[in-house]
C-alpha cells in the first residue's frame, strides 16, 4: 500500500508540475464561468457544461493515458526494476493519471459557482450528477488509454491512430449507426433494440443519463417517452449505472493483463 | 548467486534465448560480451524480471523467480540508456526511489560526492548532460548497497575521468564482495574489471569461464584477440 501510495503521490506532483492539466481545468473554468454569465446560473449551465464535458473528457483521457504510456517508457522500467509489485504499479500510474484529471475537471467546473453566487436552488444533485459522471468517463478512457498504450506498445502510430479512431467511433459514428438502423428498419419498433445497442457505448450512456437527469427527454417524442421509461426506472438506472461500471472495469483488467505479462 | 536452467525467450518468430545455463557463484565479477543483438540485455532483463521468460528457472540468491518482486531489493541495476522523468529534479529522483523501496539508501551521499553530482541535484533531469544521467543511474544502482549489480554497457556515455571514476567504484564494490554482471563492447575495460567472462552468440553461451584460461586456450595476450578469433569461428 505504501507503495502505490508513493507513486500516486509522485504522479500528482509530475502532473500537476507539467502545468497543462491546470490548462486542462482552466477551459472548464471558463467554460462554467461563461455559460454563468450569459444564462444567469439555471440547469442550462449545467447541460451545456454536461454536453461539452461528453466530447472533450473522452478524447483527452483517451490521448493523455496513451500518450504516458509512450512518455514513461523509461521510467516505467526504472520502476519494474525495483522491488514493486508490477499490479501495484500498474494502479499506481492508472489512477495515478486519472486522478489529477478529475480533480482538474472538477475544481474547473465547480470554481466558478463561488463567485456567481451559489448554485440556484435545486442543481446541487444535477452538479453532483455531471460531475461525477465526468470523473467516471475520465477513468474510464484514460483505461481505455492505457490498453491501447501496451498493446501497441512499439507502434505509436497505430496506437494514437486507433485511439482517435475509438473516440470518433464512440463519439460520432455509432449516433449516426444507429440513425441508420432507425431509418432502415423504421417500420418495426426498434426502441427496445436501440436501448441495447445504447447501451454498448459510454459515451451514449452518458449522454442519455444527462437527458434524463435534466429531464429533457420529453423533447425527443416518442423514442424519448420510450427511453424515459427505461432509463427513468430504477432497473435502467441500475443497468446503465451498471454498464458504466463495466466500461470501467473491463478496460482496466485487459489494461492490468498486459502490463502484467508484458516484456519491457 | 545467480542459476539459471534451460532459459528460453522469444520475441514473436525470433529465438533470442536458446536454452542458456549458467551459474554465477556469490562475489564473482562476471563480464558478459557478444555482437550486437546477441541476447545480453535480454539475458539481464529476465534476470531483473522486465523480460518474462518463456521457460527455463532462474534462481538467484536462492530464490526462484515466479513473478515475485522481492528479490530485486538485492539487485542494483543500471541500464544501457539512462532516461528518467524530466520534469523530476535529480535529488527528488533519489529520494522517490528511496521512498519507494523504504530502503535507507546507505551510500547515496558516497555515491554523490564520488561522482561529482552535486551540483547537478537541484537541476531538472531534462537538462542533465548524457554523462551526468549515467552517473544519476549508477548512483541509483549502488545506493541501496545491493549483494548483485548489473551494469548494461556502464561506461558508454561517460567521459574518461568519469569513467575512471566509475570504474574505481566498481573496484570497491567487487572488494566488498559484490555478485556482477557488465556488458561492456570496450574488451580492455573488462579486463579490469572482471575476472570471468561469458560470451554470448545468437542466444547461446559460447564460452563461461575464467578470462586467463580464455587467452591460454586461444593463444592471446589481450581479451580483444581471443572474442574477435570466437567470433569469427563459424557456429
Known amino acids: 500500500m505504501r507503495v502505490y ?71 516505467l522500467e526504472l520502476l519494474l526494476t525495483q522491488p514493486v509489485n508490477r499490479s501495484t504499479l500498474f494502479w499506481g500510474l492508472y489512477t495515478g493519471i486519472s486522478a489529477p484529471l478529475t480533480v482538474a475537471f472538477i475544481i474547473g467546473s465547480a470554481l466558478p459557482i463561488g463567485w456567481h ?29 492505457f490498453v491501447m498504450g501496451l498493446y501497441f506498445y512499439d507502434d505509436k502510430i497505430k496506437g494514437f491512430g486507433f485511439s482517435i479512431v475509438i473516440w470518433l467511433f464512440m463519439a460520432v459514428i455509432y449516433d449516426g449507426l444507429i440513425m441508420v438502423i432507425i431509418f ?13 445497442i445504447t447501451m ?62 508484458k516484456d519491457f | ?18 536454452g542458456m545455463d549458467l551459474n554465477i557463484p556469490a562475489g564473482q565479477a562476471t563480464g558478459v560480451v557478444g555482437p550486437n543483438g546477441a541476447g545480453k540485455t535480454t539475458l539481464i532483463k529476465t534476470l531483473l524480471g522486465l523480460v518474462k521468460s518463456d521457460s527455463g528457472d532462474i534462481i538467484i540468491n536462492n530464490i526462484q523467480l515466479n513473478g515475485n518482486y522481492d528479490y530485486r531489493r538485492q539487485i542494483g541495476y543500471m541500464p544501457q ?59 541509483l544502482a549502488m545506493m541501496f548497497n545491493p549483494s548483485i549489480l548489473f551494469f548494461d554497457e556502464p561506461t558508454a556515455g561517460l567521459d574518461p575521468r568519469s569513467s575512471f571514476i566509475f570504474k574505481e567504484r566498481i573496484q570497491k564494490e567487487k572488494v566488498a564482495g559484490k555478485t556482477m554482471l557488465i556488458t561492456s563492447h570496450i574488451m580492455s575495460e573488462l579486463e579490469q574489471l572482471v575476472d570471468h567472462v561469458i560470451f554470448i552468440l ?32 563459424p557456429a
Open chain 1, 5 to 75: 501510495w508513493q507513486i500516486l503521490r509522485n504522479e500528482f506532483q509530475t502532473l500537476f508540475r507539467a502545468k497543462w492539466v491546470l490548462g486542462y481545468g482552466l477551459i472548464f473554468l471558463l467554460l462554467t464561468d461563461t455559460l454563468f454569465r450569459f444564462s444567469g446560473g439555471g440547469t442550462e449551465v449545467w447541460v451545456s457544461v454536461s454536453n461539452i464535458m461528453l466530447l472533450l473528457i473522452p478524447i483527452i483521457s483517451l490521448i493523455y493515458g496513451i500518450l504516458y504510456i509512450y512518455q514513461s517508457r523509461d521510467y
Open chain 1, 117 to 145: 453566487g451559489g448554485l440556484a436552488s435545486g442543481s446541487a444533485s444535477q452538479l453532483f450528477f455531471v460531475l461525477a459522471l465526468g470523473s467516471l468517463l475520465t477513468f474510464i478512457f484514460v483505461g481505455l488509454g
Open chain 1, 184 to 196: 432502415m428498419f423504421g417500420d418495426y419498433s426498434l426502441e427496445t433494440s436501440v436501448i441495447f
Open chain 1, 200 to 261: 454498448l457505448n459510454p459515451m451514449d450512456i452518458a449522454r442519455i443519463l444527462i437527458l434524463m437527469e435534466f429531464d429533457i427527454s420529453a423533447l425527443m417524442g416518442y423514442s424519448g417517452a420510450v427511453f424515459n421509461r427505461f432509463f427513468g426506472s430504477n432497473l435502467g438506472i441500475l443497468v446503465s449505472g451498471g454498464m458504466l461500471v463495466l466500461w470501467l472495469a473491463v478496460p482496466s483488467w485487459v489494461g492490468l493483463r498486459i502490463f502484467n505479462r
Open chain 2, 1 to 18: 548467486m545467480i542459476r539459471i536452467n534451460n532459459l528460453k525467450k522469444a520475441f514473436g518468430p525470433h529465438q533470442v534465448l536458446k
Open chain 2, 202 to 233: 545468437e542466444g547461446e553461451i559460447k564460452y563461461y569461464g575464467r578470462i586467463d584460461d580464455l587467452l591460454k586456450e586461444n593463444r592471446q595476450e589481450r581479451l580483444e584477440g581471443a572474442i574477435a578469433k570466437m567470433m569469427e569461428e
Open chain 2, 81 to 139: 540508456q539512462a532516461r528518467y522523468p524530466e520534469q523530476m529534479i535529480v535529488s527528488e529522483l533519489l529520494s522517490f526511489i528511496e521512498d519507494l523501496r523504504g530502503d535507507e539508501a546507505v551510500f547515496k551521499e558516497q555515491l554523490i560526492k564520488e561522482f561529482n553530482l552535486e551540483p547537478e541535484l537541484h537541476k531538472q533531469l531534462r537538462i542533465l548532460s548524457g554523462g551526468n544521467k549515467q552517473k544519476v543511474g549508477a548512483t
